[in-house]
């Protein structure tokens, strides 16, 4: 006799609700909240949920489209804003932007320069160093799709008023503390043996 499965039960429609995540209060003691307070940051927590969901579709559609991995979006990213700001793109300064290695950086550049889209040269006072810059074509190709999608955020700040954007800011900044990573045991590499 064929065995029947079982159709697992439906997500809430809210997955970032406390109460569908932690029903037994086991990371958020809710016990003195109103439960119409906790239903209320469970709609925030699903905001920023759609706006993280956004953010992911947005890069992985301008990956394809620009036909790089993220590291080189990144960069390239890096050396637009170098550009507009004059200052001098070195290999070290992108490793140090992208936090990664010397000899990976060596590679992106390569990846990046056999795809036409920065130019090395020497630097300009530095005769150790190079400077890197984003070819024209590279850089309107990314300011047209890309970059244009994504200023529009600036948009949605700008129709908030100025006592709201603070409060934006105070939000966004105390959730950031609140997850950082900084000071918790299990999230820090292992001590080097000595």
Known sequence: MASIKATPAPLPPNV????????KSELVDRSEMDPSDVAHIGELMAALGRLRAAEQEL??????????????MRALHYLIVAANTET????????????????????????LENAGHIIRQPHPSDRRALAIS???KT????????????????HAAARLSAAERDV??????????????????????????E
């Open 16 to 23: 970032y609700d406390v109460d569908a995540a932690d029903p």
């Open 139 to 154: 850089r309107q190709a990314a300011m047209e799709t890309v970059g244009r999608q994504q200023s529009k955020r600036f």
């Open 88 to 111: 001098i793109a070195t290999p070290g300064a992108i490793a140090s932007h992208l936090k990664i290695s010397t000899a990976s950086t060596t590679k992106l550049l390569d990846r």
């Open 134 to 136: 984003i070819t024209a």
């Open 168 to 193: 934006v800011i105070r939000f966004l900044d105390d959730m950031t503390q609140e997850i950082s990573l900084t000071n918790e045991p299990w999230a820090q590499p292992p001590a080097s043996p």
């Open 59 to 72: 890069s992985e559609a301008s990956l394809k489209y620009m036909k790089l991995n993220q590291s080189d």
